[in-house]
T-cell receptor
Framework: SQKIEQNSEALNIQEGKTATLTCNYTNYSPAYLQWYRQDPGRGPVFLLLIRENEKEKRKERLKVTFDTTLKQSLFHITASQPADSATYLCALDGGNDMRFGAGTRLTVKP | GAGVSQSPRYKVAKRGQDVALRCDPISGHVSLFWYQQALGQGPEFLTYFQNEAQLDKSGLPSDRFFAERPEGSVSTLKIQRTQQEDSAVYLC?????????????FGPGTRLTVT
């Protein structure tokens, strides 16, 4: 069956460190993958999209990699700040729709 | 408005009641999606519109769920004879392009509690 796994339910790191979040999937062949941020009581906010023919994408302090052989995406936040604390969701092109992982709750401690 | 809006933000319904949830997408956005999000989970796809056409409703959990977008802008998700398992946050998202590869803009959601 199709699965999207974000391997940590929660991740706690110290301010200034790099946060690395993982998204693994099985039985999908997505043309693209997206990462979203969700704060409590709010809808997800788009961060980055990476296509299957791209290995890496960067935006300011964010970096996403996409390995279609390993069926894995890594999401990095460098020089993390307490304001980066939120839940981060990966989402795959599921054909007619987008499929989301359960999310990883990141807490950045000052 | 600058973003996607949803109303009401909170809805409490007694089991068996019908509810209607409204979504106002960003003006000019072709695609509109509805998702259901349970506590601690990611959004689960319900249905997708391209303009007024409902192109995919495979995620609707039962025939008690019905969605429409008659003029290609505002959409309504209706749930008939609500059950406790329908309690969740219902998210609406819109997207500028008709392909699914473009970013989706989400509303704040409607939290439905069925008692």
């Amino acid at each position: 069956s199709q699965k999207i796994e974000q391997n940590s339910e929660a991740l706690n790191i110290q301010e200034g460190k790099t946060a690395t979040l993982t998204c693994n999937y099985t039985n999908y062949s997505p043309a693209y993958l997206q990462w979203y941020r969700q704060d409590p009581g709010r809808g997800p906010v788009f961060l980055l999209l990476i296509r299957e023919n791209e290995k890496e994408k960067r935006k300011e302090r964010l970096k996403v990699t996409f390995d279609t052989t390993l069926k894995q995406s890594l999401f990095h936040i460098t020089a993390s700040q307490p304001a980066d604390s939120a839940t981060y969701l990966c989402a795959l092109d599921g054909g007619n729709d987008m499929r989301f992982g359960a999310g990883t709750r990141l807490t950045v401690k000052p | 408005g600058a973003g996607v809006s949803q109303s009401p933000r909170y809805k409490v319904a007694k089991r068996g009641q019908d509810v209607a949830l409204r979504c106002d997408p960003i003006s000019g956005h072709v695609s509109l999606f509805w998702y259901q999000q349970a506590l601690g989970q990611g959004p689960e796809f319900l249905t997708y519109f391209q303009n007024e056409a409902q192109l995919d409703k495979s995620g609707l959990p039962s025939d008690r769920f019905f969605a429409e977008r008659p003029e290609g802008s505002v959409s309504t998700l209706k749930i008939q004879r609500t059950q406790q398992e329908d309690s969740a946050v219902y998210l609406c998202a819109s997207s500028l392009e008709s392909e699914h590869s473009y970013e989706q803009y989400f509303g704040p959601g409607t939290r439905l509690t069925v008692t």
